[in-house]
């Protein structure tokens, strides 16, 4: 499993929809996973995104799918960022 | 404590080092960690920045310092967003607007004309059904109390406040005011908010809302009214202790009053947290030897005691010495919030 970092911004709908819909946060949790990847950790954050999310998933077709999935709902805006445990970049690093 | 999250992208000096030495990036870490900061986890990402990094922080001026100390050494950006953890988020969404001013007229004579004519009809009627029995044991402690009072409790149910209200001598009973969560209690969106303060002589606490909040019921414990409160600020889900808050004591020492503790046992099964309809069951209240803070010299001492207090009356063993809660930093000083009160 390969670790990615989405960074979220919710449009005005989305806005919308977690002001009325709290939990809706956990629904769309459970359809990530039913599309193969995991959330692993979640913040909301003040400044230039709402959220950030670090998702499990095997490979970059997964986490493609998933952000156009998700972005074509049009509530959220995502920014996908391909992750790599510092230690093991460390490793990588030096054994060049 | 709070959570931020750092993005960071490397200059082009900072490439270099990199390159040069690996290890860098640990010297990094371990030079925020001198500065006050918790690495919580680090990754390093592909796209618009190079590392993503979750730390914990005291405040934010600890992170602005570091990111100072950071940036300043030339060879990273970086960009840092606060951040809250996300199911403290939703119950952030999820809260509404409350009241936190008290009502004034709750100790007026006529407010309490009303609430002594009604209390068959509030209270009274609710511990006759549902406490089946109700035992009490240890009213002679009160024998010769006079004046007000903190009187603290186990708080694990709604039904807790009525039945410690029918425990006590009618001497507190007549003049207890009772310390009420603000967002529990006071949300703006009841109609009737001023219910709770006539009926059952509540006032709003704002928990988390500092010592501040504690002027309003220190000043009534001044002129002889007694408070309850529920020292550890909430329901317990599972009778667990949870740790007690230091508003009790603040108040007693500030009013000089002592502090009555009350061990209640059964309540879980007239109605626990989450369940809105009670069913009958035995309760058995305990009501422990008042305890004077005169000449205890801190705050958190005086916590301290009152929380082995309470834990002597539940048959527990007292919890670990300070010396021994300071040498396991896991544990979360009650002080992190002064209010306590009740939900």
């Known amino acids: ?96 | 404590m709070g959570t931020y999250v750092v993005f960071t992208k490397l200059t082009p000096q900072g490439r270099k080092n990199l390159h040069a030495d690996p290890t860098r990036l640990q010297a990094v870490t371990k030079q925020a960690e001198q500065l006050g900061a918790k690495v919580v986890q680090q990754y390093a990402t592909v796209g618009q920045y190079d590392f993503v990094t979750m730390i914990e922080a005291e405040d934010n001026a600890t992170v602005q310092l570091i990111g100072a100390e950071i940036s300043g050494l030339g060879t990273m950006k970086l960009t840092t967003f606060p951040a809250i953890k996300m199911d403290r988020f939703q119950q952030l969404l999820k809260m509404e607007p409350y009241r936190t001013e008290p009502h004034m007229w709750q100790t007026s004579l006529w407010a309490r004309a009303v609430r002594r004519i009604g209390r068959p009809w509030t209270t009274t009627r609710y511990v006759k059904q549902y406490c089946k029995p109700l035992t009490i044991e240890g009213r002679e402690n009160l024998a010769n109390h006079k004046g007000g009072a903190i009187v603290i409790a186990n708080h694990s149910s709604h039904f807790d406040s009525p039945v410690v209200y029918s425990t006590l001598p009618g001497s507190i009973r007549n003049k207890l005011m009772m310390a009420a969560a603000a967002d529990k209690f006071y949300a703006s969106r009841k109609k009737r908010v001023w219910w709770p303060s006539l009926f059952q002589n509540a006032f709003p606490v704002h928990r988390g809302g500092g010592v501040k909040q504690l002027e309003y019921p220190v000043s009534k414990l001044k002129s002889g009214w007694s408070i309850l409160i529920y020292p550890e600020g909430g329901r317990s889900k599972t009778g667990q202790f949870a740790r007690f808050k230091a508003g009790p004591a603040i108040m007693a020492m500030q009013a000089n009053v002592p502090v009555i503790p009350i061990y209640m046992e059964g309540l879980r099964d007239i109605m626990p947290k989450g369940q809105r309809e009670p069913r009958p069951a035995a309760a058995h209240a305990r009501i422990g030897k008042p305890i004077s803070l005169e000449g205890v010299a801190s705050v958190s001492e005086a916590t301290s005691m009152l929380e082995n207090a309470m834990r002597e009356l539940a048959g527990l063993p007292p919890r670990r010495t300070s010396a021994a809660a300071a040498a396991a930093p896991a544990e979360v000083p009650a002080m992190a919030s002064a209010g306590g009160g009740a939900s």
């Open chain 1, 1 to 96: 499993m390969a670790t990615y970092i989405m960074l979220s911004t919710l449009t005005d709908e989305g806005r919308k929809t977690l002001k009325e819909r709290p939990e809706r946060m956990q629904e769309v949790n459970r359809e990530i996973e039913a599309m193969g990847a995991r959330v692993t950790q979640q913040y909301a954050v003040l400044g230039g995104y709402d959220f950030i999310n670090i998702l499990e998933c095997p490979d970059n077709e997964t986490i493609a799918r998933i952000s156009v999935e998700l972005g074509s709902r049009g509530t959220v805006v995502l920014t996908t960022l391909p992750a790599l445990p510092v230690d093991t970049f460390t490793q990588m690093l030096k054994g060049k």
